[in-house]
């Protein structure tokens, strides 16, 4: 039961892709099936635990069959995204995220109650000290510490640090020390290696047991058995790839499963084409890049510029070859996940026909 | 009656803003009138009418504001945008877009059948040519040729080509003629007055009459008496105002209607703050900024680093005086317009209780 609003220009079952309201991004069934399966089958070679991440999707259909396929449960970034997926049936979750306030710690505090395990991370003393004062005398909270291995982003700088922040989980309160994760920056096996084996060797020398170790990330994905102190992975781009992916050497042109729909709506000079996707659509997201997408089978076309429901493209050195006006483009994002939470409904082809329409459930969940 | 979803963190009216659940846009509802009134005055000091653009705000609540305080009607940039503030009474609505498609050509018509007054933009022979065929035998469509004056996106690029389009136009069964629209460059009157001029003198000679010229824009908004050629003027984002028209010189700090509530959520080395506000909430979008937002009271703060979840800052130069774990800051997005886009509800507030709470009703429609 779709809850999308009147307003939305959807496609039903049985229409074809040609035929879709521009601007939408679009999933391809087969080559999303043969990402999930590509991967999990390089987890399970290595023996490593895999657990994807909703962020790309946000839809508890594809999770299931990520979990089908062999992962063994699901990374989430907020607690709102863990209610949906609960709710859905996922009884393995854990949030790599600080999580402070008393309204988020209230209803993480509920998930803990109905969940068989949920675990959360922390990277200093205020985000512990907040939990334990929450958890004490509930059901514990089983927290990990988040270690930054370089991305610099959130974590713990040290293992010194991570044996200190471990002591304090482990002697507070309504919480059960977990083990450890990390975000690692693309091609740093040997640094993620190196930071979590001397952790894990201070936490031992402690008499601190570290049950789980979770590495992440898509870019450098098919590294992951690179670092054998890791007891699992996590990844979402992975699902569906994208421009970014496509850069790092992760995947192939083929192996994108989400396209954008785009029209060309304009042709106003040359060199120049303008077309239905702007930053509401594909987002300001560079990535890396100096533009904003690819557009499939025209290479040489530069998405230079996008307002809200523009993009604006030089199309000077492929002129000729350009669909003209009302004529549709297709286009590999930047970066996935983020076009996913623009739209309220995914919709999944299969050879250039709608397979299902299907409400992004965790979409703008953000808290 | 709010139809956000039962995961959705939301305050109540009478709550305090420092007990917001975060990330989360916020209205200042005394700000937001006075922006309103202020253009407002200055369109009727100098005679122009003024159709605010609903794509800041996407709420029919603020349109009517808008609309009560003089404003003529409103400037949609999508079918179902216009579905939205049709429904919820708006009777004289511009889109200023190129539309193409069946199914958008078949919900446009409903939409002309039924309003006093809907008027759309082409730039293109095709363009013209698809909404022909589409009305012809139905109640005429209105049409603007939308004129390039400089901005680099949509648009003829010359007044003889304005001339040929409209003789088009006016040429053609189910259409009517109805002026000129642009969305200009900041600071480019002169420019924008002389195509204006030039194309209205070529219409007169040849004895089509002209009774729109539409010309645009917030950031030099206060500049549209400059432009006498024009009998109307758009814009969105005074209604909120943000860093984009504070650097613009359009406003001051002080004008600015929405501030991101954000809580810093790790401060995991010297020099660095991590807020819960990330690509998902404060968007990619630079503006033509090296940065991602401006922390109020802590201009020295530079969110330099966005990921979905994640704000990354550098506080090197104020980290005594930047907050620590767990308290909240509130930033002045580079762009409004994007963030507005990314939220089912907005919350208004005036001193720091929260007013009302509203469903972004066209939020996402981008068809």
């Known amino acids: 039961m779709l ?71 699901i990374n989430c970034q907020k607690v709102t995204e863990a209610e949906v997926f609960a709710d859905a049936g996922f009884d393995d979750i854990l949030i790599t995220y600080n999580i402070h306030g008393a309204r988020k710690l209230d209803r993480l505090a509920a998930l803990n109650d109905r969940l068989a395990s949920l675990k959360v991370v922390a990277d200093s003393r205020e985000t512990v000290e907040g939990l334990s004062r929450r958890f004490a005398g509930e059901k514990p909270l089983v927290v990990l510490v988040e270690c930054d291995t370089g991305a610099g982003r959130c974590g713990v700088q040290t293992p010194a640090d991570v044996l200190e922040l471990a002591r304090l989980i482990a002697g507070l309160p309504g919480l059960i020390f977990g083990g450890l994760a990390n975000y690692p920056k693309p091609g740093a096996a040997s640094a993620v290696q190196a930071f979590l084996t001397e952790s894990i060797a201070l936490l031992q020398q402690a008499g601190i047991a570290c049950p789980i170790v979770s590495n992440a990330g898509t870019p450098s994905l098919f590294d992951a058995h690179l670092v054998p102190a890791a007891t699992e992975h996590r990844a979402g781009t992975y699902v569906f790839n994208d421009r970014g992916m496509l850069k790092a050497g992760h995947c192939t042109e083929a192996d994108c499963a989400m396209h954008v729909l785009a029209t060309v709506v304009a042709r106003p000079a040359p060199g120049r084409a303008v077309i239905d ?27 230079k510029g996008l307002s809200e429901e523009h993009g604006v493209l030089d199309i000077s050195a492929c002129n000729d070859t350009f669909p003209g006006i009302g004529e549709m483009v297709r286009i590999i994002p930047n970066h996935t996940c983020v076009v996913t939470n623009m739209f309220d409904t995914m919709v999944f082809h299969r050879n250039g026909v709608v397979t299902r329409v299907e409400d992004i459930a965790a979409r703008g969940l953000v808290w």
Chains 1, 2 share one sequence.
């Open 3 to 73: 809850h999308a609003r009147p307003y939305e220009m959807l496609p039903e079952v049985g229409d074809r892709i040609a035929d879709i309201p521009t601007p939408r991004p679009i999933i391809d069934e087969d080559v999303m099936a043969a990402n999930i399966a590509r991967v999990q089958a390089y987890m399970d070679g290595h023996g490593l635990a895999f657990r994807p991440h909703i962020k790309t999707h946000k839809l508890p259909s594809i999770a299931k069959a990520q979990v089908a396929a062999g992962a063994r449960g």
């Open 277 to 303: 996707a702007g930053a509401k659509t594909l987002t300001p997201d560079l990535f890396g890049f100096q533009d904003f997408g690819l557009v499939v089978g025209h290479p040489q076309a530069v998405i």
